[in-house]
């Protein structure tokens, strides 16, 4: 027989526990806030220096000769400076236009033509410098700890101008000349330009993004004007094919627009954008 406690019992032991989940529902929930994946512009400086390379020097004069040696071309290490406008279209994808002005690099060269058994050693100074736009794509591939590894690419052109430029001329076995010294005025070439990236962005705060990127460009080529020698002759110019720069830039991006919802008022803040 059921005690005549058993049914009071019951009932208070259902209205104690039903009483947490009725308080709990009525109960209001904090709604997460998630990052947004949308469009933002930005502005960017860059600063860095450049490692440059010269494929090959050319003159028309060389096919005179029977054969033409190179000793050594290079380039000494110059700064350049860059601004830029973007837009990031979401967390991995963002793209930019920059243009900068690559200072002058001091070039220095040496080559040995011979001719009829006739060496005709030649020595080359001169300075380059550039005037370098590019429209460029990157991916970012995650962010751990507001560090993002980077890829890129980009595309444009560069007005390239060869400046200063001297050919110091000498024979050695008998030619009745004894060489001739020639000068160039500067002469500027535009000319098609790629770019390779690969970095790493800090995020410093939620709108200052600071980079250090490693970039391949390759700059085209390059001409010298008229060689003059200083008793009034004229020469062909000098080309400059294909010249690259492997160059070591430090970059600040500055966002424009804001990644985050407004947060909620009784909540704190979300940490700072993370791709993770």
């Given at each position: ?141 995650g962010t751990w700890l507001n560090l993002t590894p980077f890829i890129g690419a980009g595309i444009g052109t560069s007005r ?117």
């Amino acid at each position: 027989m059921v005690s005549r406690f058993t049914i009071p019992a019951l009932a208070a032991l259902a209205v104690l526990t039903a009483s947490p989940a009725v308080h709990a529902a009525d109960m209001p929930m904090p709604a997460p806030v998630v990052p947004l994946e949308v469009g933002g512009w930005y502005l960017r400086g860059d600063i860095g220096f450049s490692n440059q390379n010269v494929g090959s020097l050319f003159n028309e004069n060389y096919n005179g000769f029977d054969s033409v040696q190179n000793i050594y071309k290079s380039f000494d290490a110059a700064p350049f400076f860059g601004l830029g406008v973007g837009y990031t279209v979401n967390n991995w994808l963002r793209f930019d236009v920059t243009g900068e002005y690559r200072a002058n690099a001091n070039f220095h060269g040496y080559d040995i033509g011979t001719a009829g058994g006739v060496i005709f050693p030649d020595m080359y100074n001169g300075s380059k410098s550039e005037w370098t736009f590019l429209a460029n794509g990157y991916v970012d591939l995650g962010t751990w700890l507001n560090l993002t590894p980077f890829i890129g690419a980009g595309i444009g052109t560069s007005r390239n101008t060869i400046s200063n430029f001297t050919d110091t001329s000498n024979c050695v076995g008998g030619c009745g000349n004894p060489g001739a010294n020639y000068y160039s005025n500067a002469n500027s070439h535009w000319s098609f330009a790629w770019a390779l990236y690969a970095g790493l962005g800090y995020q410093l705060t939620r709108n200052a993004t600071i980079e250090l990127a490693y970039r391949y460009l390759d700059l085209g080529k390059a001409s010298t004007g008229t060689m003059v020698s200083f008793d009034g002759l004229t020469s062909t110019p000098f080309e400059f094919n294909h010249l690259t720069s492997q160059d070591l830039k430090l970059g600040l991006r500055f966002n424009l627009d804001s990644f985050y919802e407004t947060p909620h008022p009784y909540y704190p803040p979300p940490p700072l954008h993370s791709k993770g």
